[in-house]
Protein backbone atom coordinates (compact mmCIF):
# COMPACT_ATOMS: atom_id res chain seq x y z
CA UNK A 1 0.00 0.00 0.00
CA UNK A 2 1.36 3.03 -1.39
CA UNK A 3 1.82 6.57 1.21
CA UNK A 4 -0.28 9.19 1.20
CA UNK A 5 2.43 12.13 0.16
CA UNK A 6 2.39 15.16 -1.66
CA UNK A 7 3.72 13.86 -5.24
CA UNK A 8 6.59 16.63 -6.45
CA UNK A 9 10.14 15.68 -7.62
CA UNK A 10 11.70 16.15 -4.44
CA UNK A 11 9.55 13.39 -2.68
CA UNK A 12 10.23 11.43 -5.37
CA UNK A 13 14.07 11.83 -5.23
CA UNK A 14 13.52 11.32 -1.62
CA UNK A 15 12.15 8.00 -1.98
CA UNK A 16 14.72 6.69 -4.40
CA UNK A 17 16.90 7.56 -1.81
CA UNK A 18 14.89 5.45 0.69
CA UNK A 19 14.57 2.39 -1.71
CA UNK A 20 18.74 2.58 -2.33
CA UNK A 21 18.92 2.60 1.77
CA UNK A 22 16.58 0.18 2.26
CA UNK A 23 18.40 -2.67 -0.49
CA UNK A 24 21.62 -1.72 1.01
CA UNK A 25 20.14 -2.30 4.79
CA UNK A 26 18.62 -5.62 3.71
CA UNK A 27 22.03 -6.86 1.80
CA UNK A 28 23.98 -5.84 4.83
CA UNK A 29 20.92 -7.84 7.72
CA UNK A 30 21.08 -10.86 5.18
CA UNK A 31 25.16 -11.26 5.47
CA UNK A 32 24.80 -10.85 9.03
CA UNK A 33 22.15 -13.30 8.94
CA UNK A 34 24.26 -15.96 7.63
CA UNK A 35 27.12 -15.46 9.44
CA UNK A 36 25.19 -15.89 12.32
CA UNK A 37 23.37 -18.72 11.20
CA UNK A 38 27.03 -20.20 10.60
CA UNK A 39 28.19 -19.77 14.26
CA UNK A 40 24.47 -21.12 15.34
CA UNK A 41 25.33 -24.27 13.38
CA UNK A 42 29.01 -24.63 14.72
CA UNK A 43 27.69 -23.85 18.63
CA UNK A 44 25.11 -26.03 18.08
CA UNK A 45 27.01 -28.98 16.82
CA UNK A 46 29.69 -29.00 19.85
CA UNK A 47 27.00 -28.56 22.24
CA UNK A 48 25.41 -31.75 21.39
CA UNK A 49 29.10 -32.99 20.95
CA UNK A 50 29.69 -31.90 24.20
CA UNK A 51 26.04 -33.05 25.95
CA UNK A 52 26.64 -36.52 24.45
CA UNK A 53 30.82 -36.66 26.13
CA UNK A 54 29.36 -35.24 29.70
CA UNK A 55 26.31 -38.05 30.06
CA UNK A 56 29.75 -40.79 29.72
CA UNK A 57 31.55 -38.95 31.98
CA UNK A 58 29.70 -37.72 34.44
CA UNK A 59 28.67 -41.64 34.79
CA UNK A 60 32.69 -42.54 34.85
CA UNK A 61 33.25 -39.90 37.68
CA UNK A 62 30.72 -41.02 39.99
CA UNK A 63 32.11 -44.67 39.59
CA UNK A 64 35.39 -43.33 40.68
CA UNK A 65 34.31 -41.05 43.72
CA UNK A 66 32.46 -44.42 44.37
CA UNK A 67 35.91 -46.36 44.53
CA UNK A 68 37.22 -43.70 46.02
CA UNK A 69 34.92 -44.33 49.11
CA UNK A 70 35.79 -48.04 48.96
CA UNK A 71 39.11 -47.83 49.40
CA UNK A 72 39.78 -44.53 51.15
CA UNK A 73 36.78 -44.71 53.30
CA UNK A 74 34.90 -41.28 53.83
CA UNK A 75 36.42 -38.21 53.27
CA UNK A 76 34.14 -35.29 52.04
CA UNK A 77 34.44 -33.70 55.60
CA UNK A 78 38.66 -34.14 54.91
CA UNK A 79 38.43 -32.45 51.32
CA UNK A 80 36.29 -29.71 52.83
CA UNK A 81 39.11 -28.81 55.61
CA UNK A 82 41.79 -29.32 53.02
CA UNK A 83 40.68 -26.53 50.77
CA UNK A 84 41.37 -23.24 51.65
CA UNK A 85 40.61 -21.45 48.30
CA UNK A 86 39.30 -22.47 44.84
CA UNK A 87 41.91 -23.50 42.65
CA UNK A 88 39.89 -22.70 39.42
CA UNK A 89 38.07 -19.69 38.63
CA UNK A 90 35.86 -18.64 35.99
CA UNK A 91 37.04 -15.55 33.21
CA UNK A 92 34.14 -14.26 31.05
CA UNK A 93 35.31 -12.82 27.74
CA UNK A 94 33.16 -12.32 24.25
CA UNK A 95 33.16 -12.70 21.42
CA UNK A 96 32.40 -10.69 18.31
CA UNK A 97 30.16 -12.30 15.34
CA UNK A 98 28.65 -9.70 12.99
CA UNK A 99 27.75 -7.14 15.83
CA UNK A 100 26.63 -9.43 18.60
CA UNK A 101 28.71 -10.09 21.56
CA UNK A 102 28.87 -13.37 22.73
CA UNK A 103 30.04 -14.63 25.94
CA UNK A 104 32.80 -16.87 26.42
CA UNK A 105 33.58 -18.21 29.98
CA UNK A 106 37.17 -19.42 30.26
CA UNK A 107 39.05 -21.62 32.81
CA UNK A 108 41.93 -20.65 34.50
CA UNK A 109 43.40 -22.67 37.47
CA UNK A 110 45.84 -20.90 39.89
CA UNK A 111 47.85 -22.54 42.68
CA UNK A 112 46.49 -23.09 46.48
CA UNK A 113 49.43 -23.04 48.59
CA UNK A 114 47.70 -23.26 52.02
CA UNK A 115 46.18 -26.44 50.42
CA UNK A 116 46.75 -29.70 52.43
CA UNK A 117 44.62 -32.21 49.38
CA UNK A 118 48.20 -34.14 48.81
CA UNK A 119 47.83 -34.99 52.53
CA UNK A 120 44.26 -36.90 52.22
CA UNK A 121 44.34 -40.33 51.28
CA UNK A 122 48.00 -41.34 52.68
CA UNK A 123 47.02 -44.29 54.64
CA UNK A 124 44.35 -45.46 51.71
CA UNK A 125 42.73 -45.04 48.80
CA UNK A 126 45.37 -41.87 47.79
CA UNK A 127 45.04 -42.87 44.18
CA UNK A 128 42.06 -43.13 44.02
CA UNK A 129 41.00 -39.84 45.58
CA UNK A 130 43.01 -38.28 42.51
CA UNK A 131 41.93 -40.20 40.17
CA UNK A 132 38.63 -39.32 41.15
CA UNK A 133 39.77 -35.70 41.68
CA UNK A 134 41.17 -35.00 37.83
CA UNK A 135 38.23 -36.81 36.56
CA UNK A 136 35.71 -34.21 38.48
CA UNK A 137 38.65 -31.62 37.22
CA UNK A 138 38.01 -32.83 33.61
CA UNK A 139 34.03 -33.12 34.16
CA UNK A 140 33.48 -29.50 35.85
CA UNK A 141 36.01 -28.04 32.45
CA UNK A 142 33.20 -30.17 30.69
CA UNK A 143 30.77 -28.41 32.08
CA UNK A 144 31.83 -25.02 31.89
CA UNK A 145 32.31 -25.39 28.44
CA UNK A 146 28.81 -26.74 28.29
CA UNK A 147 27.46 -23.70 29.90
CA UNK A 148 29.06 -21.42 27.68
CA UNK A 149 28.04 -22.88 24.47
CA UNK A 150 24.63 -23.07 25.92
CA UNK A 151 24.64 -19.42 26.62
CA UNK A 152 25.63 -18.56 22.79
CA UNK A 153 23.48 -20.68 21.51
CA UNK A 154 20.32 -19.00 22.96
CA UNK A 155 21.92 -15.65 22.19
CA UNK A 156 22.12 -16.54 19.06
CA UNK A 157 18.90 -18.09 18.52
CA UNK A 158 17.37 -14.93 19.83
CA UNK A 159 19.55 -12.54 17.74
CA UNK A 160 18.98 -14.55 14.52
CA UNK A 161 15.14 -14.65 15.17
CA UNK A 162 15.11 -10.39 15.55
CA UNK A 163 17.23 -10.62 12.41
CA UNK A 164 15.39 -12.45 10.25
CA UNK A 165 12.07 -10.37 11.34
CA UNK A 166 14.22 -7.53 10.10
CA UNK A 167 15.33 -8.70 6.77
CA UNK A 168 11.59 -10.26 6.30
CA UNK A 169 10.08 -6.80 6.92
CA UNK A 170 12.11 -4.93 4.86
CA UNK A 171 12.07 -7.47 2.21
CA UNK A 172 8.34 -7.89 2.24
CA UNK A 173 6.85 -4.81 3.75
CA UNK A 174 8.79 -1.47 3.89
CA UNK A 175 11.04 -1.89 0.10
CA UNK A 176 7.67 -2.93 -1.43
CA UNK A 177 5.41 0.26 0.32
CA UNK A 178 8.31 2.95 -0.79
CA UNK A 179 8.48 1.03 -4.15
CA UNK A 180 5.02 1.54 -4.64
CA UNK A 181 4.96 5.51 -3.14
CA UNK A 182 7.72 6.04 -6.03
CA UNK A 183 5.35 4.53 -8.60
CA UNK A 184 2.30 6.46 -7.26
CA UNK A 185 5.05 9.31 -7.19
CA UNK A 186 5.84 9.20 -11.03
CA UNK A 187 1.90 8.09 -11.84
CA UNK A 188 1.06 11.50 -10.31
CA UNK A 189 3.90 13.36 -12.27
CA UNK A 190 3.12 12.31 -14.94
CA UNK A 191 -0.52 13.07 -14.81
CA UNK A 192 0.43 16.02 -13.73
CA UNK A 193 2.82 16.81 -17.12
CA UNK A 194 0.41 15.57 -19.41
CA UNK A 195 -2.29 17.94 -18.17
CA UNK A 196 0.22 20.70 -18.07
CA UNK A 197 0.90 19.68 -21.92
CA UNK A 198 -2.75 19.68 -22.81
CA UNK A 199 -3.56 22.72 -20.72
CA UNK A 200 -0.43 24.71 -22.72
CA UNK A 201 -1.72 23.32 -26.08
CA UNK A 202 -5.36 24.15 -24.92
CA UNK A 203 -3.62 28.24 -24.78
CA UNK A 204 -2.05 27.88 -28.03
CA UNK A 205 -5.04 26.49 -30.03
CA UNK A 206 -6.79 29.49 -28.04
CA UNK A 207 -3.91 32.03 -29.03
CA UNK A 208 -3.94 30.82 -32.45
CA UNK A 209 -7.99 31.03 -32.73
CA UNK A 210 -8.07 34.62 -31.65
CA UNK A 211 -4.98 35.49 -33.49
CA UNK A 212 -6.74 34.36 -36.84
CA UNK A 213 -10.00 35.68 -36.27
CA UNK A 214 -8.46 39.10 -35.55
CA UNK A 215 -6.39 38.37 -38.92
CA UNK A 216 -9.69 37.68 -40.67
CA UNK A 217 -11.48 40.96 -39.03
CA UNK A 218 -8.61 43.06 -40.26
CA UNK A 219 -8.68 41.26 -43.63
CA UNK A 220 -12.59 41.96 -43.67
CA UNK A 221 -12.23 45.24 -42.77
CA UNK A 222 -9.42 46.21 -45.45
CA UNK A 223 -11.70 44.57 -48.17
CA UNK A 224 -14.39 46.70 -46.85
CA UNK A 225 -11.86 49.94 -46.94
CA UNK A 226 -11.15 49.20 -50.29
CA UNK A 227 -14.61 48.34 -51.36
CA UNK A 228 -15.74 51.75 -50.12
CA UNK A 229 -12.36 53.12 -51.97
CA UNK A 230 -13.95 51.51 -55.10
CA UNK A 231 -17.67 52.40 -54.97
CA UNK A 232 -16.46 56.43 -54.06
CA UNK A 233 -13.85 55.92 -57.13
CA UNK A 234 -16.52 54.87 -59.32
CA UNK A 235 -19.10 57.36 -58.58
CA UNK A 236 -16.77 60.17 -58.77
CA UNK A 237 -16.32 58.76 -62.60
CA UNK A 238 -19.83 58.71 -63.06
CA UNK A 239 -20.10 62.32 -62.25
CA UNK A 240 -17.05 63.70 -63.79
CA UNK A 241 -18.90 61.54 -67.42
CA UNK A 242 -22.79 63.37 -66.83
CA UNK A 243 -21.49 66.91 -66.65
CA UNK A 244 -21.30 68.36 -69.59
CA UNK A 245 -17.94 70.65 -70.86
CA UNK A 246 -18.89 74.06 -71.78
CA UNK A 247 -18.19 76.12 -74.64
CA UNK A 248 -14.89 77.30 -74.97
CA UNK A 249 -15.20 80.82 -76.86
CA UNK A 250 -12.10 83.10 -77.72
Not at 189 to 200: A, I, T, V
Request: with cysteine.
Amino acid sequence: MAEQVVPSRMNLALYKAKIVSAKKGHELLKKKCDALKTKFRIVMVALLENKKFMGDEAQEALLLIAKAQYAAGEFHQNVKDAVKRATIRLEISSENIAGVMLPEVNIREVDDSDSSMSQIGLARGGQSIQRCRDKFKDLLILLVKIASYQTSFVSLDQVIKVTNRRVNALEYVVIPRFIATMNYIDMELDEMSKEDFFRLKKVLDNKRKIIEKQNQETAKRQLEVEDMNWQERESYDMLAEEQPDEDVFF
